[in-house]
């Protein structure tokens, strides 16, 4: 089946701008979670939903960070006037249910804030 | 919090055996995984461990001491393809949280 994926790959802003991630988890997964990756450093969590509910923002570094899942599947990470350490890649999991290690990354979108 | 603990970087020869360790220090510890990732590409899961002891997985196989808080990852018959970056964690209670990754090199 399909896996998780994300849009766009690659973006590039200029700082100042907004952007908006978009992630598509793997049908019928209840737990969606959001990872900031910075080059050769581990995935840094962000927030954390099941189906619609936002459980866990503590991850976000700031309130220019915002994400939403409105429906329970589709969710979107926006980030509002991009700076040049926003840049990063932004890695979007999802699982079967909310104890569950085994998480399905997806590609991850590669922004760049010049 | 949280501090994970493990090398930056590790070269071993294809046909070898080679141990990635890992030392964390948590304030609840749940358990302790191991996910595989290649340059540019997401991180797929390979284990994880709840009680002492190894697991093995094919050529793959993950040591857990919880008193020590101590883990690692042995890779065995080493292939070209396991050059990649193995990043070890410990769960939270939402969430993964990673080290920085030991990005292991395989040369022929």
């Known amino acids: 089946g399909a896996g998780v994926s994300q849009s766009p790959r690659y973006k590039v802003a200029k700082r100042g701008q907004d952007v908006a991630l978009r992630c598509d988890p793997i049908?019928?997964?209840?737990?969606l979670f959001w990872y900031q990756q910075a080059l050769g450093q581990g995935p840094e969590f962000l927030t954390y939903f099941q189906n619609e509910a936002q459980l866990d923002k503590s991850g976000l570094p700031s309130d220019r960070f915002f994400a939403e899942r409105p429906e329970g599947s589709v969710s979107t990470l926006k980030i509002q006037r991009t700076q040049q350490e926003d840049s990063a890649v932004y890695l979007c999991a999802s699982s079967l249910n909310r104890q569950s290690y085994e998480q399905y990354f997806g590609p991850g979108t590669r922004l760049t804030v010049t | 919090g949280q501090n994970i603990d493990q090398p930056t970087e590790m070269t071993a020869t294809e046909g070898a055996i080679v141990q990635i360790n890992c030392t964390y220090q948590?304030?609840?510890?749940?358990?302790l995984f191991w996910y595989q990732q290649h340059a540019g590409e997401a991180p797929t899961f390979l284990s994880y461990?709840?009680?002492?002891g190894l697991e093995e997985k094919g050529r793959f196989s993950s040591f857990l001491s919880r008193s020590k808080g101590y883990s690692y990852l042995l890779l065995k018959e080493l292939q070209m393809k396991d050059s990649a970056s193995y990043l070890c964690g410990t769960t939270g209670a939402n969430n993964l949280f990673f080290g920085t990754g030991t990005r292991l090199t395989v040369i022929p």
């Open positions: 049908s019928g997964h209840v737990s």
């Open positions: 461990n709840v009680l002492d």
């Open positions: 948590t304030s609840g510890f749940n358990g």
